[in-house]
């Protein structure tokens, strides 16, 4: 049985409303830090990160494997609480790396399946979701199972799913990682797109460089683990952004070289 504010395939983070913070889609993470025990030793994922996102910004978090970026994630939906340090934000809702649709439901149940976990009916789920799922993409396949579905297909479904929770702050674990290059150019474009039209604060993981400047009004670098904010980029162009414009290779190398990466 889910645990209190998780759905199943799409993680509702508890609403946590701090004194400080009124639900305007702000994200303050403070000197956090975030220590694992694990059967050998313990892990520390985060030493003394911060990470502040204002309302209605695109934020991409990028960082060398294991540096924490998930359980960064976590710590702003209040799936997890930090060791020391503070993490606020307002209610948010997580997209994980994989769709995790329910092969059961079709794309529209699925993509209702936020509000159906509030309670509300399955027909009135549906009537929600339909002129969204046609904003997307998706019209005529209202009824496909996720298994007749394309990877970029499943993906919009997660992505609106997440939507429908209707929460200020969506934070997004790397959606478009498990897909080929061609639709995952596409998708990144998409994302801009519905973003646009439905301004959401978004804290995006992400182990592409090249998608974060893309997508994101700031990049924030993180470190190795134990993991910690290293350098932040601005990202102040217009979109759409093309991938072989000079000012985007410019951004792109300006990450990778926080990351200590040869461009």
């Given at each position: 049985?889910?645990?209190?504010?998780?759905?199943?395939?799409?993680?509702?983070?508890?609403?946590?409303?701090?004194?400080?913070?009124?639900?305007?889609?702000?994200?303050?993470?403070?000197?956090?830090?975030?220590?694992?025990?694990?059967?050998?030793?313990?892990?520390?994922?985060?030493?003394?990160?911060?990470?502040?996102?204002?309302?209605?910004?695109?934020?991409?978090?990028?960082?060398?494997?294991?540096?924490?970026?998930?359980?960064?994630?976590?710590?702003?939906?209040?799936?997890?609480?930090?060791?020391?340090?503070?993490?606020?934000?307002?209610?948010?809702?997580?997209?994980?790396?994989?769709?995790?649709?329910?092969?059961?439901?079709?794309?529209?149940?699925?993509?209702?399946?936020?509000?159906?976990?509030?309670?509300?009916?399955?027909?009135?789920?549906?009537?929600?979701?339909?002129?969204?799922?046609?904003?997307?993409?998706?019209?005529?396949?209202?009824?496909?199972?996720?298994?007749?579905?394309?990877?970029?297909?499943?993906?919009?479904?997660?992505?609106?799913?997440?939507?429908?929770?209707?929460?200020?702050?969506?934070?997004?674990?790397?959606?478009?990682?498990?897909?080929?290059?061609?639709?995952?150019?596409?998708?990144?474009g998409w994302l801009g797109h519905v973003l646009e039209s439905e301004p959401r604060t978004v804290v995006l993981v992400t182990h592409d460089v090249e998608e974060a400047v893309i997508v994101a009004d700031r990049v924030v670098v993180m470190s190795p683990r134990p993991g910690r904010a290293v350098?932040?980029?601005?990202?102040?162009?217009?979109?759409?952004?093309?991938?072989?414009?000079?000012?985007?290779?410019?951004?792109?190398?300006?990450?990778?070289?926080?990351?200590?990466?040869?461009?």
């Open positions: 049985m889910p645990a209190k504010g998780v759905s199943t395939g799409m993680i509702e983070a508890p609403v946590q409303e701090p004194r400080e913070l009124k639900d305007d889609g702000s994200v303050r993470v403070e000197l956090v830090s975030r220590t694992f025990a694990t059967r050998r030793a313990a892990v520390d994922a985060l030493a003394g990160m911060t990470l502040h996102v204002s309302p209605r910004e695109v934020v991409a978090v990028v960082g060398p494997s294991g540096c924490g970026k998930t359980t960064l994630l976590e710590l702003i939906c209040g799936l997890q609480k930090p060791d020391s340090g503070r993490a606020q934000a307002a209610p948010a809702a997580l997209m994980p790396q994989r769709d995790l649709l329910l092969p059961w439901l079709t794309a529209i149940d699925n993509a209702g399946l936020a509000l159906r976990a509030r309670g509300v009916p399955r027909a009135e789920a549906r009537r929600a979701a339909a002129p969204w799922l046609e904003r997307f993409g998706l019209q005529g396949f209202e009824r496909t199972a996720p298994a007749e579905l394309s990877g970029g297909m499943r993906q919009r479904v997660s992505f609106l799913r997440t939507l429908l929770a209707g929460k200020p702050v969506l934070a997004l674990d790397e959606p478009f990682a498990a897909l080929d290059a061609i639709t995952r150019h596409e998708m990144q350098a932040e980029i601005e990202v102040a162009l217009p979109r759409p952004r093309r991938r072989t414009d000079a000012a985007v290779v410019a951004l792109r190398e300006q990450a990778l070289a926080a990351l200590g990466v040869d461009a």
